[in-house]
C-alpha cells in the first residue's frame, strides 16, 4: 500500500503505527503546500481533499482522516488498543479528542499573526493539554500498552515544543517512553528530526 505523507505533519502519527505494527507501504512525501509529490505529480489526483495522511490500500480504496487510519491500523494489530473493556471506544474517544481539540485549535497558531488570539488559543491547549495529563495511567495513556492515541499525542506535543507552548511536566516520562520505541526512532530518521529529548539516542538517518 502507498502511505502519503508531510514529516512533522499530523500524518507523522499514522507514519509511527505503520512502523510500529510492522505493516509494509510505501511512503510518499507530499508538499501539502503546493499539493505535489516529490516527483511533481498533483497530490490532488490521490487525494482530491489535498491533506495528509492518506493511504492507498492495495485494492485501490483510499484511507483519509488520522483518526480513521489510525483505528483502521490498530484494528489489524490489538497490541495498539488499550486493555479493557470498551477498549476500541476509549481509544476512538481519545483519538476524537486529540484531533479536535487540541490538532485543531494548533493549525491557526502556526499562521496567526494576531498576539491577542494567539494567547486565547495558547490557552485553550494548555487547559487541554492538563486535561490529557490527568488521564495518564503509567507509561502511556493507557498505562503500560502503547497505542495509537499515544502517536497522536506524541505528534502533538512535539507541535507544542514547535511554537514554544510550555506542556505539563508530567508528559517528560510519557515522551521518554515514546522515544525509546524503534518505530519512532525510525519515524523520526526517516522524516530527518531530532527526538525531543536529548538523551534519546536517534537512529542514523536512511
Not at 49 to 67: F, I, K, R, S
Not at 149 to 164: I, N, P
Request: glycine letters at 6%.
Amino acid at each position: 500500500m502507498d502511505f502519503y505523507h508531510t514529516p512533522t505533519s499530523c500524518s507523522q502519527a499514522t507514519h509511527i503505527l505503520l512502523r510500529e505494527a510492522k505493516l509494509e507501504f510505501r511512503p510518499h512525501k507530499v508538499d501539502i503546500f503546493i499539493r505535489t509529490l516529490e516527483d511533481g505529480s498533483d497530490y490532488a489526483q490521490v487525494n482530491p481533499n489535498g491533506y495528509v495522511p492518506a493511504l492507498m490500500l492495495d485494492d485501490g480504496v483510499l484511507l483519509t482522516e488520522n483518526v480513521a487510519i489510525i483505528d483502521w491500523i490498530a484494528s489489524r494489530s490489538p497490541d495498539l488498543l488499550p486493555d479493557g473493556r470498551l477498549e476500541r471506544t476509549r481509544h476512538l474517544q481519545m483519538l476524537a479528542f486529540l484531533s479536535t481539540e487540541v490538532h485543531k485549535p494548533f493549525i491557526p497558531l502556526f499562521f496567526l499573526e494576531d498576539e491577542a488570539e494567539q494567547a486565547r488559543l495558547r490557552e485553550i491547549l494548555a487547559q487541554r493539554f492538563r486535561w490529557i495529563a490527568s488521564k495518564i495511567e503509567g507509561d502511556f495513556l493507557f498505562g503500560g500498552h502503547f497505542t495509537g492515541a499515544d502517536a497522536f499525542l506524541y505528534v502533538m506535543l512535539r507541535w507544542a515544543a514547535m511554537v514554544g507552548l510550555e506542556a505539563p511536566r508530567s508528559f517528560q516520562g510519557f515522551v521518554e517512553a515514546v522515544e525509546r520505541r524503534g518505530s519512532v526512532k525510525a519515524v523520526l530518521a526517516a522524516e530527518g528530526l531530532q527526538p525531543l529529548c536529548a538523551d534519546a539516542a536517534p537512529l542514523p538517518a536512511t
